[in-house]
């Protein structure tokens, strides 16, 4: 059983299952009017180092929803960010608050939160991992397409904290997944590990029309990361032809979905003709942020 979700192998299939239902559940509820305060009188501390929209606001408002309270604290503000060790930080936290989403670099500082402040800890992106993003991704590509076994999903860009995610989160769930990425920027090594275990339902191409191939879900993420700014030029060049276009889309299923976790650079690694028909799927996925969120965290704070 997890305590916190750091990232997406923290799930079994069972328990990825589960959230999804309580996030499906959730969204129904409100659709309904149905108010489910389960996390009443509880707080949670949001750590952001980097920049959000998306997490931020669903974090917060999803907190609200659930009869509970969030704290932004910025690492700008924070003693953190002057340099006070995160261990530290940790175990006063854990004496304030009832969990804590962190936003930042290392993933090992994720992992030191979650030891040394005894609550459950959500990453909420790190250069290694986006669980909660690939969480919302699962539940728009189900309500599209009606379930996991034998569809596939086709990334194609950067081997980035979203590929290393989906490929984990995607082939848990029991679909076939399909990454083209440059030699220079695979996904992590424990992740290319932890998918040969799925012999042919995963397989790594530098040809993006060969893994778009029939696919039911095409997904793509920026070029150059949060973090990576100053590798953008070169990024802008290695990652060329690495874009979900309307050729690209012409060789996948009929009824593909398009799924980005935003924001997104047109023109770069998708075109701004292909963002605009798929727009629906694309804002709904960003909706669906706020619905599994909640249930992670009702499930982990309650
Ligand atoms: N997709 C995502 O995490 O968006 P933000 O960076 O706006 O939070
Ligand atoms: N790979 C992107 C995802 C943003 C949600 C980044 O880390 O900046």
Request: proline share 3%; with cysteine.
């Amino acid at each position: 059983m997890y305590t916190s979700l750091l990232k997406m192998s923290d799930l079994n299939r069972d328990e990825l299952f589960s959230l999804l239902d309580l996030a499906s559940k959730l969204k129904n509820d409100r659709r309904l009017g149905v108010p489910h305060p389960l996390l009443a009188g509880k707080t949670l501390g949001m750590i952001f180092r980097k920049s959000s929209t998306r997490t931020r606001v669903s974090f917060e408002t999803g907190m609200y929803q659930l009869g509970g309270y969030a704290l932004f604290l910025s690492s700008a503000d924070l003693q953190i960010g002057r340099g006070e060790p995160v261990e530290d930080t940790a175990r006063v936290l854990g004496r304030y608050l009832d969990g804590i989403m962190i936003r930042t670099f290392a993933q090992e500082e994720v992992e030191q939160l979650a030891l040394h402040s005894g609550l459950p800890v959500i990453n909420g992106l790190t250069d290694y991992a986006h669980p909660c993003q690939v969480l919302a991704d699962l539940m728009t590509i189900r309500e599209y397409k009606g379930g996991f076994d034998g569809r596939k999903l086709c990334y194609i860009g950067d081997g980035n904290n979203m590929c290393n995610s989906l490929i984990v989160g995607c082939l848990t769930a029991g679909m076939d997944v399909a990454i083209a990425v440059p030699e220079k920027y695979r996904p992590a090594e424990d992740v290319l590990e932890f998918a040969k275990s799925y012999d042919s339902k995963f397989i790594m191409t530098e040809d993006p029309f060969k893994a778009a191939e029939k696919a039911d879900v095409l997904y793509t993420d920026v070029w150059a990361s949060m973090g990576m700014e100053e590798e953008s030029e070169q990024r802008r060049r290695d990652f060329k032809g690495y874009q979900i276009n309307r050729e690209i889309e012409a060789v996948a299923a009929k009824d593909v979905i398009v799924q980005h976790c935003l924001p997104a650079h047109r023109e770069e690694e998708i075109t701004a003709d292909v963002f605009e028909r798929h727009a629906n799927e694309i804002f709904d996925e960003a909706e669906n942020r706020l619905h599994a969120q909640k249930a992670v965290m009702a499930t982990l704070m309650k």
